[in-house]
């Protein structure tokens, strides 16, 4: 069975940054995308970013020009660089994989197959 893992998630002050990371438990050679989701509370889970295989990246308007994805497949580990966080950033952040990239709209959580448990991110003023 396939586990996502979240980690990097903290506090830091507005204009900061942090740095998260997910890791597959084992190869999942049939994710052919991974993306990052957050809820705050509150608010329902929204879309942030997302890498295909093939590299392709995609953001939410919201964290454009501040938010950059990567992906190492050989890995299985796809990071998340935050910069300049503002406090409505503040929201658990989750991890999560898509078996089958054309399924659906990318920012649509109910079209991915795969969750991890979610890694707190708190900005401060």
């Known amino acids: 069975q396939v586990q996502l893992v979240e980690s990097g998630g903290g506090l830091v002050q507005a204009g900061g940054s942090l740095r998260l990371s997910c890791e597959i438990s084992r190869r999942a050679s049939g994710i052919s995308a991974m993306g990052w989701f957050r809820q705050a509370p509150g608010k329902e889970r929204e879309f942030v970013s997302a890498?295909?295989?093939?590299?392709?990246?995609l953001y939410a308007d919201s964290v454009k020009g501040r938010f950059t994805v990567s992906r190492v497949i050989a890995q299985s580990t796809m990071w998340l660089q935050m910069n300049n966080l503002k406090n409505e950033d503040t929201a658990i952040y989750y991890c999560?994989?898509?078996?089958?990239w054309g399924l659906g709209p990318y920012d649509v959580d109910r079209t991915w197959d795969y969750w991890g448990q979610g890694t707190q991110v708190t900005v401060s003023s």
């Open positions: 999560t994989g898509k078996n089958n």
């Open positions: 890498i295909t295989s093939g590299g392709m990246t």
